[in-house]
């Protein structure tokens, strides 16, 4: 069974910090292309970052300067250090493998990611 495993959520003050951490358990076809999503309720999933094998990053405008992506691809683990969070950034925070083939990074659309893991829950409180 292909699996992506987050962890690291957790309830933080607003300007703290968190790391998420997603480990990838069986077989996932691709990891090339590996990305950061979050979904609050009523809202639609928004993307955040994405890192290539090689740590090409992209990151949307809400969280450029504050979110840093990165991998361990011996681990076979992403990771998003987020920084000065803010009460907007509760939600429920998934991350995601590309599945094209052959491997290509370069959005933050829903579409264009295969493998999702169940989510890892981050409050921020006032």
């Known amino acids: 069974q292909a699996q992506l495993v987050e962890s690291g959520g957790g309830s933080v003050q607003a300007g703290g910090s968190l790391r998420l951490s997603c480990t990838a358990s069986g077989y996932i076809y691709s990891m090339y292309c590996m990305a950061w999503f979050r979904q609050a309720p009523g809202k639609e999933r928004e993307g955040l970052a994405y890192?290539?094998?090689?740590?090409?990053?992209r990151y949307a405008d809400s969280v450029k300067g504050r979110f840093t992506i990165s991998r361990d691809n011996a681990k076979n683990t992403l990771y998003l250090q987020m920084n000065s969070l803010k009460v907007d950034d509760t939600a429920i925070y998934y991350c995601a493998a590309g599945g094209r083939q052959p491997p290509y990074c370069s959005s933050l659309l829903l579409d264009d990611y295969k493998w999702w893991g169940q989510g890892t829950q981050v409050t921020v409180s006032s």
């Open positions: 890192s290539d094998r090689y740590s090409t990053t």
